[in-house]
Protein backbone atom coordinates (compact mmCIF):
# COMPACT_ATOMS: atom_id res chain seq x y z
CA UNK A 1 0.00 0.00 0.00
CA UNK A 2 1.23 3.18 -1.18
CA UNK A 3 2.45 5.53 1.96
CA UNK A 4 0.54 8.73 2.87
CA UNK A 5 2.63 11.37 4.61
CA UNK A 6 1.33 15.08 5.65
CA UNK A 7 3.97 17.97 5.67
CA UNK A 8 3.08 20.86 7.08
CA UNK A 9 4.78 23.70 5.73
CA UNK A 10 5.38 22.47 2.15
CA UNK A 11 4.31 24.92 -0.27
CA UNK A 12 7.77 26.58 -0.18
CA UNK A 13 11.24 26.05 1.24
CA UNK A 14 12.16 22.47 3.11
CA UNK A 15 8.55 21.47 3.14
CA UNK A 16 8.16 22.06 -0.87
CA UNK A 17 11.63 20.14 -1.12
CA UNK A 18 10.61 17.39 1.26
CA UNK A 19 7.39 17.21 -0.57
CA UNK A 20 8.54 16.64 -3.33
CA UNK A 21 11.33 13.94 -2.06
CA UNK A 22 8.50 11.69 -0.95
CA UNK A 23 6.69 11.77 -4.02
CA UNK A 24 10.16 11.44 -6.17
CA UNK A 25 10.44 7.68 -3.48
CA UNK A 26 7.10 6.51 -4.26
CA UNK A 27 4.72 7.94 -1.60
CA UNK A 28 1.62 10.13 -1.57
CA UNK A 29 1.54 14.07 0.05
CA UNK A 30 -1.27 15.78 2.02
CA UNK A 31 0.52 19.05 1.90
CA UNK A 32 -0.39 22.31 3.92
CA UNK A 33 0.35 25.68 3.66
CA UNK A 34 -0.97 29.07 5.64
CA UNK A 35 -1.66 31.44 3.17
CA UNK A 36 -0.10 31.19 -0.34
CA UNK A 37 -2.87 28.83 -2.49
CA UNK A 38 -1.07 29.08 -5.55
CA UNK A 39 2.50 27.68 -4.39
CA UNK A 40 0.74 24.99 -2.79
CA UNK A 41 -1.28 23.83 -5.91
CA UNK A 42 2.20 24.34 -7.90
CA UNK A 43 3.50 21.39 -5.69
CA UNK A 44 0.75 19.64 -6.08
CA UNK A 45 0.71 19.42 -9.74
CA UNK A 46 4.43 18.93 -9.99
CA UNK A 47 3.73 16.06 -7.44
CA UNK A 48 0.95 14.45 -9.64
CA UNK A 49 2.94 14.61 -12.74
CA UNK A 50 4.92 11.89 -10.98
CA UNK A 51 2.15 10.30 -11.22
CA UNK A 52 1.61 10.17 -6.88
CA UNK A 53 -1.14 11.55 -5.54
CA UNK A 54 -1.38 15.00 -3.61
CA UNK A 55 -3.90 17.28 -1.87
CA UNK A 56 -3.16 20.94 -0.53
CA UNK A 57 -5.17 22.08 2.66
CA UNK A 58 -4.87 25.01 4.26
CA UNK A 59 -3.57 25.71 7.76
CA UNK A 60 -2.21 28.00 10.05
CA UNK A 61 0.14 26.02 12.56
CA UNK A 62 0.23 28.69 15.10
CA UNK A 63 -3.11 29.14 15.83
CA UNK A 64 -4.22 26.15 17.80
CA UNK A 65 -7.91 26.92 17.89
CA UNK A 66 -8.20 25.64 14.15
CA UNK A 67 -6.90 22.71 14.55
CA UNK A 68 -10.07 20.89 14.83
CA UNK A 69 -11.25 22.12 12.04
CA UNK A 70 -8.03 21.10 9.98
CA UNK A 71 -8.81 17.78 11.37
CA UNK A 72 -11.83 17.33 9.73
CA UNK A 73 -11.23 18.32 6.40
CA UNK A 74 -7.84 16.25 6.59
CA UNK A 75 -10.12 13.11 7.54
CA UNK A 76 -12.67 14.07 4.41
CA UNK A 77 -9.43 14.78 2.10
CA UNK A 78 -8.21 10.89 2.55
CA UNK A 79 -11.59 9.84 2.46
CA UNK A 80 -12.37 11.16 -1.37
CA UNK A 81 -8.60 10.85 -2.40
CA UNK A 82 -7.39 7.58 -0.97
CA UNK A 83 -10.25 6.06 0.60
CA UNK A 84 -8.17 5.83 3.44
CA UNK A 85 -9.01 6.87 7.36
CA UNK A 86 -5.08 7.34 8.28
CA UNK A 87 -1.96 8.59 7.22
CA UNK A 88 1.40 7.09 7.28
CA UNK A 89 3.80 9.59 8.44
CA UNK A 90 3.75 13.27 9.78
CA UNK A 91 6.25 15.80 9.29
CA UNK A 92 6.34 18.87 11.22
CA UNK A 93 8.10 21.52 9.12
CA UNK A 94 6.02 24.96 9.19
CA UNK A 95 7.63 27.44 10.66
CA UNK A 96 9.28 31.02 10.29
CA UNK A 97 12.09 32.99 11.56
CA UNK A 98 13.13 36.15 13.45
CA UNK A 99 16.34 37.17 14.69
CA UNK A 100 16.76 39.24 17.34
CA UNK A 101 19.22 39.82 20.00
CA UNK A 102 17.65 38.79 23.78
CA UNK A 103 17.59 42.29 24.84
CA UNK A 104 15.52 43.69 22.15
CA UNK A 105 13.22 40.58 21.73
CA UNK A 106 9.48 41.52 22.17
CA UNK A 107 6.61 39.33 23.77
CA UNK A 108 4.98 39.35 20.34
CA UNK A 109 7.94 37.89 18.60
CA UNK A 110 8.70 35.30 21.54
CA UNK A 111 4.52 34.13 21.84
CA UNK A 112 5.13 34.05 17.80
CA UNK A 113 7.88 31.47 16.91
CA UNK A 114 6.55 29.49 20.52
CA UNK A 115 2.99 29.23 19.18
CA UNK A 116 4.59 27.90 15.48
CA UNK A 117 7.95 25.97 16.68
CA UNK A 118 6.65 24.44 19.88
CA UNK A 119 3.13 25.33 20.69
CA UNK A 120 1.63 24.00 17.73
CA UNK A 121 3.73 21.05 16.98
CA UNK A 122 2.72 19.85 19.97
CA UNK A 123 -1.02 20.19 19.99
CA UNK A 124 -1.43 19.29 16.30
CA UNK A 125 0.87 16.32 16.94
CA UNK A 126 -2.05 15.56 19.71
CA UNK A 127 -4.85 16.05 17.44
CA UNK A 128 -3.72 14.06 14.78
CA UNK A 129 -2.42 10.95 16.85
CA UNK A 130 -5.60 9.15 16.12
CA UNK A 131 -5.10 10.02 12.76
CA UNK A 132 -1.70 8.26 11.97
CA UNK A 133 -1.83 4.77 11.68
CA UNK A 134 0.52 2.17 13.62
CA UNK A 135 3.67 1.80 12.83
CA UNK A 136 4.19 5.11 11.09
CA UNK A 137 6.80 8.13 11.20
CA UNK A 138 6.53 11.45 12.85
CA UNK A 139 9.50 14.03 12.08
CA UNK A 140 9.80 17.14 13.88
CA UNK A 141 12.03 20.02 12.35
CA UNK A 142 14.11 21.37 14.71
CA UNK A 143 17.69 23.68 13.98
CA UNK A 144 21.40 22.79 14.46
CA UNK A 145 20.81 26.26 16.44
CA UNK A 146 19.74 24.27 19.40
CA UNK A 147 23.66 22.41 19.62
CA UNK A 148 25.43 25.81 19.38
CA UNK A 149 24.99 29.90 19.59
CA UNK A 150 24.83 31.83 16.98
CA UNK A 151 23.84 35.82 18.13
CA UNK A 152 20.19 36.63 17.65
CA UNK A 153 18.35 33.45 17.60
CA UNK A 154 17.99 32.89 21.17
CA UNK A 155 13.98 32.90 21.08
CA UNK A 156 13.73 30.40 18.01
CA UNK A 157 16.33 28.05 19.02
CA UNK A 158 14.73 27.68 22.75
CA UNK A 159 11.40 27.06 20.84
CA UNK A 160 13.80 24.20 18.77
CA UNK A 161 15.24 22.89 21.74
CA UNK A 162 11.64 22.25 23.45
CA UNK A 163 10.70 20.24 20.45
CA UNK A 164 13.59 17.99 20.50
CA UNK A 165 12.18 17.48 24.18
CA UNK A 166 8.83 16.69 22.88
CA UNK A 167 10.63 14.38 19.84
CA UNK A 168 11.83 12.18 23.02
CA UNK A 169 8.25 12.04 24.77
CA UNK A 170 6.44 11.10 21.99
CA UNK A 171 8.81 8.56 20.84
CA UNK A 172 8.60 6.90 24.76
CA UNK A 173 4.93 7.33 24.42
CA UNK A 174 3.82 6.03 20.69
CA UNK A 175 6.03 3.12 20.76
CA UNK A 176 3.53 0.85 21.81
CA UNK A 177 2.26 1.75 18.27
CA UNK A 178 4.83 1.14 16.68
CA UNK A 179 5.35 4.64 15.54
CA UNK A 180 9.27 6.23 15.05
CA UNK A 181 9.83 9.49 16.30
CA UNK A 182 12.72 11.46 15.70
CA UNK A 183 14.19 15.30 15.03
CA UNK A 184 15.70 16.49 12.31
CA UNK A 185 18.28 19.16 12.70
CA UNK A 186 19.33 21.31 9.82
CA UNK A 187 22.29 23.14 9.55
CA UNK A 188 22.13 26.74 7.14
CA UNK A 189 20.03 25.96 4.32
CA UNK A 190 19.71 28.52 1.54
CA UNK A 191 16.12 28.94 1.32
CA UNK A 192 14.19 31.98 1.96
CA UNK A 193 14.02 31.32 5.24
CA UNK A 194 14.57 34.87 7.37
CA UNK A 195 14.00 36.35 3.98
CA UNK A 196 16.44 34.42 2.00
CA UNK A 197 19.13 35.78 4.30
CA UNK A 198 21.52 32.48 4.00
CA UNK A 199 20.70 32.57 0.16
CA UNK A 200 20.91 35.68 -0.50
CA UNK A 201 23.87 37.74 1.54
CA UNK A 202 27.06 36.65 0.14
CA UNK A 203 28.53 37.39 3.58
CA UNK A 204 26.50 35.40 5.49
CA UNK A 205 26.32 32.45 3.20
CA UNK A 206 30.33 32.99 3.48
CA UNK A 207 30.51 32.78 7.08
CA UNK A 208 27.97 29.93 7.71
CA UNK A 209 30.23 28.13 4.60
CA UNK A 210 33.61 29.01 6.31
CA UNK A 211 32.27 27.02 10.13
CA UNK A 212 31.01 23.88 7.61
CA UNK A 213 33.25 20.99 7.48
CA UNK A 214 32.32 20.47 3.81
CA UNK A 215 32.65 23.91 2.69
CA UNK A 216 29.26 25.10 1.42
CA UNK A 217 25.79 26.07 3.15
CA UNK A 218 23.32 23.47 2.56
CA UNK A 219 20.67 23.24 -0.25
CA UNK A 220 16.83 22.22 -0.29
CA UNK A 221 17.66 18.51 -1.56
CA UNK A 222 20.66 17.93 1.23
CA UNK A 223 17.57 17.96 3.87
CA UNK A 224 14.10 16.88 1.84
CA UNK A 225 16.12 13.52 0.22
CA UNK A 226 17.24 12.55 3.95
CA UNK A 227 13.93 13.10 5.19
CA UNK A 228 12.33 11.13 2.64
CA UNK A 229 14.96 8.28 3.52
CA UNK A 230 13.88 8.81 7.06
CA UNK A 231 10.49 7.85 6.24
CA UNK A 232 11.54 4.29 4.60
CA UNK A 233 11.16 1.27 5.59
CA UNK A 234 15.40 1.61 5.77
CA UNK A 235 15.81 3.74 8.62
CA UNK A 236 12.55 1.51 10.37
CA UNK A 237 14.90 1.16 13.66
CA UNK A 238 15.74 4.71 13.96
CA UNK A 239 13.98 6.19 16.29
CA UNK A 240 14.09 8.77 19.21
CA UNK A 241 17.26 10.44 17.63
CA UNK A 242 18.48 14.04 17.32
CA UNK A 243 19.67 13.97 13.41
CA UNK A 244 21.47 16.77 12.44
CA UNK A 245 21.82 17.23 8.63
CA UNK A 246 24.32 19.86 8.40
CA UNK A 247 27.71 19.04 6.29
CA UNK A 248 29.67 19.69 9.45
CA UNK A 249 29.01 22.52 11.11
CA UNK A 250 30.67 24.15 13.94
CA UNK A 251 32.36 20.83 15.01
Known sequence: MTKITLVTGASRGLGRNTALSIARAGG????TYRSNADEAATVVAEIERMGRKAVALQLDTGTIAGFPSFTDRLRTALAETWQRESVDNLVNNAGHGDMAPIAETTEAQFD???NVHFKGVFFLTQALLPLIADGGRIVNLSS???RVAFPGFAAYSAAKG????LSLYLAKELGSR???VNTVAPGAIETDFLGGAVRDTPDLNETFAGMTALGRVGVPDDIGRMIA????E????VNAQRIEVSGGQSI
Do not use: F, K
Not at 28 to 31: G, I, N, T
Not at 229 to 232: D, E, K, T, V
Not at 234 to 237: L, V
Open 162 to 165: AVEI
Open 144 to 146: GLT
Open 28 to 31: DVVL
Open 112 to 114: ALV
Open 229 to 232: SLLS
Open 178 to 180: GIA
Open 234 to 237: ENRW
